[in-house]
């Protein structure tokens, strides 16, 4: 079994997730994948809204997609959110699947700082997303990747959707692009920081379960501060 394997904060979920997983689950044949929200992020986040809210956005937004499915592990699991744990607590599950990390570029790149890098190396493969913004370029950078720079400059160039490499674990990099959607998790907090319409940006069920738990708003020093009329509420 192919399981695809979309970890993040998802603070909130938008359409730029999960167009990418839907394409992705199409293109490399995926069995099922899993949504894991990060409970307890390892690095301090900004605006970072519970993970109680950020796990109902994510349940919400997978729900009439019988291949996507909402995983609770690293919100129930006590202590930060090390993805080499969740990851060890898959494979226990799944013993005989294959795992597909799906993350952006950004993201790949960060690898090196998280907890036991080349454990999580050897426990997946990789698909790595283009998204606007990001260059399959910065990747020659990367330790773990042993790419040539005009392999990396026609993924950008989008001459090529797809380059396959081996990692050293044995495990594969898949580079490919996806559509581009120019839409960050940020820019949504941003919106309802500052009243403005975030509608079409995210499924309009959870753009109405922001609202409701009056998610992401400007607190009152911030409203103050921008002479703000709207308490962010327009949307
Ligand atoms: P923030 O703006 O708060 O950093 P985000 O929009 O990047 O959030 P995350 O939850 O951090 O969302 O992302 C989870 C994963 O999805 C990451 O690997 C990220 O690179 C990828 N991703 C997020 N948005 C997009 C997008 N628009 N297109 C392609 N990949 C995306």
New binding site residues.
């Given amino acids: 079994m192919k399981i695809g394997v979309?970890?993040?904060?998802?603070?909130p979920?938008?359409?730029?997730?999960l167009?990418?997983a839907e394409e992705i689950r199409g293109r490399f044949g995926l069995d099922r994948i899993f949504f894991i929200p990060?409970g307890n992020p390892p690095l301090k986040?900004k605006n970072l809204a519970g993970a109680d809210h950020r796990l109902a956005m994510v349940r919400m937004a997978v729900r009439d997609n019988p291949y996507f499915e909402a995983l609770d592990i690293e919100c129930v699991r006590p202590g930060k959110s090390y993805t080499v744990n969740t990851l060890e607590q898959l494979l226990r599950s799944y013993p005989d699947a294959d795992l597909y990390f799906?993350?952006?570029?950004?993201?790949f790149l960060d690898i090196p700082n998280w907890r036991e890098p080349e454990k999580i190396l050897a426990m997946a493969n990789f698909i790595i997303?283009?998204?606007?913004g990001?260059n399959f370029s910065d990747l020659f950078q990367s330790p773990y990747l042993d790419i040539k720079k005009t392999q990396l400059s026609n993924l950008d160039r989008g001459e090529i959707a797809l380059y396959t490499t081996v990692l050293q674990s044995g495990k594969k990099a898949l580079l490919t692009g996806?559509t581009?959607?120019?839409?960050?998790?940020?820019?949504?907090?941003k919106c309802v920081k500052r009243g403005v319409s975030i509608k079409y940006l995210l499924p309009e069920e959870i753009k109405s379960y922001i609202i409701s738990k009056g998610l992401y708003r400007a607190n009152r020093k911030e409203l103050n501060r921008k002479g703000c009329v709207t308490g962010g509420q327009c949307l």
């Fill in positions: 979309f970890g993040g904060t998802f603070n979920i938008h359409y730029g997730h167009r990418a990060s986040r799906m993350l952006g570029i950004d993201v997303l283009s998204r606007p990001k996806v581009p959607i120019g839409i960050s998790s940020t820019e949504i907090r």
